[in-house]
């Protein structure tokens, strides 16, 4: 479990002037582009892992259409219409079907005892040959459009395609047994109830101190891991310094949307500031087989020639995000897999930032975390203080953790991976309902790193308590289900973490869940402080229980402090004054806390969607994280 795991597939592509030279003197003699325009596209070919069609197409210099009849005549290969000529079925079984759609090939006739395949991507197909088996090694390429090959294949495998989107995830590392509890489990359960019923009836006092005791070490322990997390975001990184010979990746952008009408259009119009090379830009817009309603919305949208659509078929019932993910990662064009959610407005150079940062990173940084912060903040008090928790959250207690080397919950979005990686990694726990966070322990257990990215990403907050608490109830819920997947062998787990993460895990994952589900108890301290008596017969005495609620005021403070140096700079400092308030906030995750201990038991993989409001589109460009590290419109690449 190591970085030896990224092996490439397939070399990257070479951009041998020669052919190049005379794919674009064909295009010239056609007439279809002047000798500025193949200039031009040759000397960005240089540093963009682009083919000569791909440049000329973004520009709008030629069609997708034109491209592939150039690419027909320089290829000599004939192109064919896969409506009217499908393929041979029994020639599929040749190469696993996540290959096929992956690298565009699709098996298609057999004639004389010679293989044709149809591709979209002849160039690449080329790179690939030494690498196939022998049998494919001397197959004729004939050529098709490329969205034509992937609907046919898309087609053709459905059903396997389907399983393994649900099932990608090796099962150790898997939440899909919680789906029913075997009979040790029910016995285990039936225990545990037992005793904590007898407990009640019996010693009472003795269990509530217990709990109270358990309440309190981790609320101190959560503190703790915040202030010296704070502690450790203060200093400043080393500045990286960028390759010499730069070559800029091809980025691919899962946006998964699930009934999403209010949204759809402002979303295309917000990743249309994007200022990566269209050539190098690959968004999938990933939808599910029966959301009628945003499928219409996105068919009457003009995309962009960089966007298109994936259609997630329907399976077993279960419809959750990384179930899509899984489907659409095959899809996918880009060496680098990114995640946006719906709601997201990201820095127009966002891109630019990543590519750069993997460019100076360690070899062993597979993963690049966004900050995430809300355009929303002035809605109402609970956007205010969600605002407030968010900043705290990745401006300070992540940076902060991610530089002590704990293992870091990802965010489900913002969040961008070496494609090779997530491959490895088996992709995303279609089960689990936070599978970002899932992710960031696997990515720490196979021995990889995560680094935090100074780029903001925009999303609306939830402002409403109903949709706040089953957002919240989702997020606690996932943090239950991932905390006992990676404990199924704790032996094991501290072999692949070490002592440091071992002890992350339990900060981040079990002590959070129990501040919440416990925080009842805890609220009797805070009503010492401000002169309201404690119960009696709690087993503590009326000073112990004095010095832990002052003990609880000054992590308070801190925390309070912490929150405050966490929104300063951000031009929000209006938002400072809510700071004291956030005690009253919280309050809202207990119950949601609750919420998710119930459906952890009854409904363990239903996913409570969050609804989003009209989003207004106005945002400002401070709003939307412009000029983060490089300068809006800066085409260094």
Same mark, same amino acid.
Not at 30 to 35: H, R
Not at 551 to 559: D, T
């Given at each position: 479990?190591?970085? %030896?795991?990224?092996?490439l597939?397939?070399?990257?592509a070479?951009?041998?002037?020669?052919? $190049?030279?005379?794919?674009?003197?064909?295009?010239?003699?056609?007439? *279809?582009?002047?000798?500025?325009?193949?200039?031009?596209?040759?000397?960005?070919? !240089?540093?963009?892992d682009?083919?000569?069609?791909?440049?000329?197409?973004?520009?709008?210099?030629?069609?997708?259409?034109?491209?592939?009849?150039?690419?027909?005549?320089?290829?000599?290969?004939?192109?064919?219409?896969?409506?009217?000529?499908?393929?041979?079925?029994?020639?599929?079984?040749?190469?696993?079907?996540?290959?096929?759609?992956?690298?565009?090939?699709?098996?298609?006739?057999?004639?004389?005892?010679?293989?044709?395949?149809? %591709?979209?991507?002849?160039?690449?197909?080329?790179e690939?040959?030494?690498?196939?088996?022998?049998?494919?090694? $001397?197959?004729?390429v004939?050529?098709?459009?490329e969205?034509?090959?992937?609907?046919?294949?898309?087609?053709?495998?459905?059903?396997?395609?389907?399983e393994?989107?649900?099932?990608?995830?090796?099962?150790?590392?898997?939440?899909?047994?919680?789906?029913?509890?075997?009979?040790?489990?029910?016995?285990?359960?039936?225990?545990?109830?037992?005793?904590?019923?007898?407990?009640?009836?019996?010693?009472?006092?003795?269990?509530?101190?217990?709990?109270?005791?358990?309440?309190?070490?981790s !609320?101190?322990?959560? #503190?703790?891991?915040?202030?010296?997390?704070?502690?450790?975001?203060?200093?400043?990184?080393?500045? *990286?310094?960028?390759?010499?010979?730069?070559?800029a990746p091809?980025?691919?952008v899962?946006?998964?949307?699930? =009934?999403?009408?209010?949204?759809?259009?402002?979303?295309?119009? =917000?990743?249309?500031?994007?200022?990566?090379?269209?050539?190098?830009?690959?968004?999938?817009?990933?939808?599910?087989?029966?959301?009628?309603?945003?499928?219409?919305?996105?068919?009457?949208?003009?995309?962009?020639?960089? !966007? =298109?659509?994936?259609?997630?078929?329907?399976?077993?019932?279960?419809?959750t995000?990384?179930?899509?993910?899984?489907?659409?990662l095959?899809?996918? +064009?880009?060496?680098?897999?990114g995640?946006?959610?719906?709601?997201?407005?990201?820095?127009?150079?966002?891109?630019?930032?990543?590519?750069?940062?993997?460019?100076?990173?360690?070899?062993?940084?597979?993963?690049?975390?966004?900050?995430?912060?809300?355009?929303?903040?002035?809605?109402?008090?609970?956007?205010?203080?969600?605002?407030?928790?968010?900043?705290?959250?990745?401006?300070?207690?992540?940076?902060?953790?991610?530089?002590?080397?704990?293992?870091?919950?990802?965010?489900?979005?913002?969040?961008?991976i070496?494609?090779?990686?997530?491959?490895?990694?088996?992709?995303?726990?279609?089960?689990?309902?936070?599978?970002?966070?899932?992710?960031?322990?696997?990515?720490?257990?196979?021995?990889?790193?995560?680094?935090?990215?100074?780029?903001?990403?925009?999303?609306?907050?939830?402002?409403?308590?109903?949709?706040?608490?089953?957002?919240?109830? =989702?997020?606690? +819920?996932?943090?239950?289900?991932?905390?006992?997947?990676?404990?199924?062998?704790?032996?094991?787990?501290?072999?692949?973490?070490?002592?440091?993460?071992?002890?992350?895990?339990?900060?981040?994952?079990?002590?959070?869940?129990?501040?919440?589900?416990?925080?009842?108890?805890?609220?009797?301290?805070?009503?010492?402080?401000?002169?309201?008596?404690?119960?009696?017969?709690?087993?503590?005495?009326?000073?112990?229980?004095?010095?832990i #609620?002052?003990?609880?005021?000054?992590f308070?403070?801190?925390?309070a402090?912490?929150?405050t140096?966490?929104?300063?700079?951000?031009?929000?400092?209006?938002?400072?004054?809510f700071?004291?308030?956030?005690?009253?906030?919280?309050?809202?995750?207990?119950?949601?806390?609750? +919420?998710?201990?119930?459906?952890?038991?009854f409904?363990?993989?239903?996913?409570? +969607? %969050?609804?989003?409001a009209?989003?207004?589109?106005?945002?400002?460009a401070?709003?939307?994280?412009?000029?983060?590290l490089?300068?809006?419109?800066?085409?260094?690449?």
């Amino acid at each position: 479990m190591n970085e %030896t795991i990224l092996r490439l597939e397939r070399p990257h592509a070479t951009h041998g002037l020669g052919k $190049n030279v005379s794919l674009g003197r064909h295009l010239i003699e056609s007439g *279809l582009i002047s000798p500025w325009q193949l200039f031009h596209a040759l000397e960005k070919q !240089m540093g963009w892992d682009a083919n000569l069609t791909e440049i000329l197409c973004s520009k709008g210099w030629i069609t997708e259409a034109q491209a592939l009849q150039a690419l027909s005549t320089f290829y000599t290969a004939q192109i064919v219409d896969l409506f009217q000529a499908p393929p041979q079925p029994e020639l599929q079984s040749l190469m696993p079907a996540s290959f096929c759609i992956k690298y565009n090939i699709l098996p298609w006739q057999k004639v004389g005892g010679l293989l044709i395949v149809v %591709t979209g991507r002849p160039d690449r197909f080329e790179e690939l040959r030494t690498t196939l088996p022998g049998n494919l090694r $001397n197959a004729i390429v004939a050529l098709a459009p490329e969205d034509m090959v992937s609907e046919i294949l898309a087609t053709l495998h459905r059903q396997t395609l389907v399983e393994l989107a649900e099932a990608r995830v090796p099962a150790e590392f898997s939440c899909r047994e919680f789906g029913g509890l075997s009979s040790r489990h029910v016995w285990r359960i039936a225990i545990f109830l037992a005793a904590m019923v007898a407990a009640m009836v019996f010693v009472p006092a003795h269990l509530f101190a217990a709990l109270t005791l358990l309440a309190v070490l981790s !609320m101190i322990a959560v #503190s703790l891991m915040k202030l010296t997390a704070f502690v450790a975001s203060l200093g400043k990184p080393a500045p *990286l310094a960028t390759p010499s010979e730069f070559v800029a990746p091809r980025i691919s952008v899962l946006v998964p949307l699930f =009934r999403e009408k209010e949204i759809a259009h402002a979303l295309i119009a =917000r990743l249309s500031r994007l200022t990566y090379p269209k050539a190098l830009l690959d968004v999938l817009l990933v939808l599910e087989e029966h959301d009628t309603l945003t499928q219409e919305t996105i068919a009457h949208t003009n995309l962009p020639q960089w !966007m =298109r659509v994936v259609v997630v078929p329907a399976g077993s019932g279960l419809t959750t995000k990384p179930r899509a993910l899984n489907y659409a990662l095959d899809f996918c +064009k880009g060496d680098i897999i990114g995640i946006w959610d719906a709601e997201d407005a990201p820095a127009p150079n966002q891109l630019e930032v990543v590519a750069l940062r993997f460019a100076q990173a360690h070899p062993n940084t597979v993963c690049l975390q966004g900050i995430l912060d809300y355009y929303n903040p002035w809605s109402n008090w609970l956007s205010r203080c969600f605002t407030i928790e968010y900043a705290t959250w990745f401006r300070t207690v992540l940076p902060g953790l991610a530089r002590l080397g704990f293992a870091i919950p990802l965010g489900g979005t913002t969040l961008f991976i070496k494609r090779q990686a997530i491959e490895a990694l088996g992709g995303w726990d279609a089960h689990n309902v936070t599978e970002d966070a899932d992710l960031g322990m696997r990515i720490a257990r196979f021995g990889f790193r995560t680094e935090l990215l100074e780029t903001v990403t925009q999303e609306e907050a939830a402002c409403r308590p109903f949709a706040w608490v089953k957002q919240r109830s =989702r997020w606690l +819920k996932g943090y239950m289900v991932t905390y006992l997947v990676h404990m199924r062998d704790p032996v094991l787990l501290w072999r692949e973490f070490g002592p440091l993460q071992f002890l992350g895990l339990h900060l981040v994952f079990a002590c959070t869940l129990l501040q919440f589900l416990l925080a009842p108890l805890i609220w009797l301290f805070w009503g010492g402080v401000v002169g309201i008596p404690y119960p009696e017969n709690l087993l503590f005495t009326a000073r112990q229980m004095l010095t832990i #609620s002052q003990i609880f005021l000054v992590f308070g403070l801190a925390n309070a402090a912490i929150a405050t140096r966490s929104i300063l700079g951000q031009k929000r400092k209006m938002l400072i004054p809510f700071v004291v308030t956030m005690p009253f906030y919280f309050p809202l995750a207990t119950l949601a806390g609750y +919420k998710a201990l119930i459906e952890l038991i009854f409904r363990p993989f239903y996913w409570d +969607k %969050t609804a989003h409001a009209k989003t207004v589109e106005g945002i400002s460009a401070h709003h939307s994280g412009i000029g983060v590290l490089l300068e809006p419109g800066h085409e260094s690449l």
